[in-house]
């Protein structure tokens, strides 16, 4: 059974930083495309950063661009978002994605609020 949990939320001031997690378990014999999404109050749910299965190349949202990184550990079948110079605007539920052919999988999310 393929699982997602992420973590690393929490309430941080604007310009801090924090490093979400996500773990994957359930993958038993290919590794998934992985991404993060996010979605604010009243907004859709949009794509934050993604990382292919094959070489890692990354890809960013134009708004988080020289802030955020995405990584992820093969071998603890975990991914990460370094989260850096965070806003008010950032503040959303982050969720983790995981894309296998034509099945996506999704985390519960884990909330970041960035506040003074």
């Known amino acids: 059974q393929v699982q997602l949990v992420e973590s690393g939320g929490g309430l941080v001031q604007p310009g801090g930083s924090l490093r979400l997690s996500c773990a994957a378990s359930?993958?038993?014999?290919?590794?998934?495309?992985m991404s993060w999404y996010r979605q604010a109050p009243g907004k859709e749910r949009e794509l934050v950063a993604a990382?292919?299965?094959?070489?890692?190349?990354?890809t960013y949202a134009d708004s988080v661009k020289g802030r955020f990184t995405i990584s992820r550990d093969n071998v603890k079948n975990t991914m990460y978002l370094q989260m850096n110079s965070l806003k008010p605007e950032d503040t959303a539920v982050y969720y983790c994605?995981?894309?296998?052919?034509?099945?996506?999988?999704w985390g519960q999310g884990t909330r970041v609020t960035v506040s003074s």
């Open positions: 359930g993958f038993t014999y290919s590794r998934p495309a």
């Open positions: 994605r995981a894309r296998l052919g034509i099945y996506n999988y």
């Open positions: 990382i292919t299965t094959t070489d890692d190349t990354t």
